[in-house]
C-alpha cells in the first residue's frame, strides 16, 4: 500500500488569500486525485493529477480556481485560490498504482477560511 | 439515479452482532469494488477489494459481489464498538480510472 504524506494538515485562511497543499507519496503511482469532502459529505473529486500536463477537472470545478501540479510520478499540489468562506472543507489526496487497484488517501487538510 | 447508492443510516447495532452494508451501483460493466472506513476527522482507510463474484473474507469482514444483480455488501462479524466510523463503498466504472463513492452509510455499534 501506498504511504501518502499531505501538508498542511489544517489552516485557517483569510478570504481572498490562496493555499498551497502539497502531496506527497512514498512510490511513483500512475495515478494521482484530488478530492474534496464537506462536513457529513461523501468525497467529490476535483480532479485527476496528470504527471507532465494540465489536470482533468471535473465539472463545476475549474483551473483559475484550483490550479494542481504534478511534475513527477510522486508529487502533486492543490492550490484554493481567491478563497471564499465556502471554500472550507476538508481537502484530500488519494493515489492509485494502476487502474481497478486500490486507491490510497493521504490525511487530509482541512481547511478553514474566515 | 446516482451511481453509486448506499442507505445513509444510521445503522445501528448492538456489540457483537452482524452488520450488514449493502451498495448498489449502476455501471454493469464495473470491475472492480471497495469498501473504505472513515473515523470522523480522519481519511478514508481501505477495508476490502472485490472484484469477481462471489465472498471474499478478511478477519471479521467479509465483501460480497454480485454483478448480475449489481449489488456488493460489507458484512462485519462481531462487530465492535471500534467499528462505529462511515464505511464508503466505492466501484470502478468499465471506462476510466476515477473511483466513484456512494455517500457513506454511518454504523453505529452500541455496547
Known amino acids: 500500500s501506498a504511504v501518502i504524506s499531505q501538508k498542511p494538515s489544517r489552516d485557517i485562511c483569510q478570504r481572498g488569500t490562496s493555499l498551497t497543499i502539497q502531496c506527497q507519496v512514498d512510490?511513483?503511482?500512475?495515478?494521482m486525485f484530488w478530492y474534496r469532502q464537506q462536513p457529513g459529505q461523501s468525497l467529490t473529486l476535483i480532479a485527476t493529477?496528470?504527471?507532465?500536463?494540465?489536470?482533468?477537472?471535473e465539472s463545476g470545478f475549474v483551473i483559475d480556481k484550483f490550479p494542481i501540479s504534478r511534475p513527477n510520478l510522486t508529487f502533486s499540489t492543490l492550490t484554493v485560490s481567491n478563497m471564499s468562506p465556502e471554500d472550507s472543507s476538508i481537502y484530500l489526496c488519494?493515489?492509485?498504482?494502476?487502474?481497478?487497484?486500490?486507491?490510497?488517501f493521504g490525511q487530509g487538510t482541512r481547511l478553514t477560511v474566515v | 439515479q446516482k451511481e453509486v447508492e448506499q442507505n445513509s443510516g444510521p445503522l445501528s447495532v448492538p456489540e457483537g452482532a452482524i452488520a450488514s452494508l449493502n451498495c448498489t451501483y449502476s455501471?454493469?460493466?464495473?470491475?472492480?469494488f471497495f469498501w473504505y472506513r472513515q473515523y470522523s476527522g480522519k481519511s478514508p482507510e481501505l477495508i476490502m477489494s472485490?472484484?469477481?463474484?462471489g465472498d471474499k473474507e478478511d478477519g471479521r469482514f467479509t465483501a460480497q459481489l454480485n454483478k448480475a444483480s449489481q449489488y456488493v455488501s460489507l458484512l462485519i462479524r462481531d462487530s465492535q464498538p471500534s467499528d462505529s466510523a462511515t464505511y464508503l463503498c466505492?466501484?470502478?466504472?468499465?471506462?476510466?480510472?476515477?473511483?466513484?463513492f456512494g455517500a457513506g452509510t454511518i454504523l453505529r455499534v452500541k455496547s
Open positions: 466505492a466501484v470502478n466504472p468499465q471506462y476510466g480510472n476515477k473511483l466513484v
Open positions: 488519494s493515489s492509485r498504482s494502476t487502474a481497478n487497484t486500490e486507491a490510497f
Open positions: 493529477a496528470n504527471q507532465g500536463s494540465e489536470a482533468t477537472y
Open positions: 472485490i472484484y469477481s463474484n
Open positions: 512510490s511513483q503511482v500512475t495515478m
Open positions: 455501471d454493469r460493466g464495473s470491475q472492480s
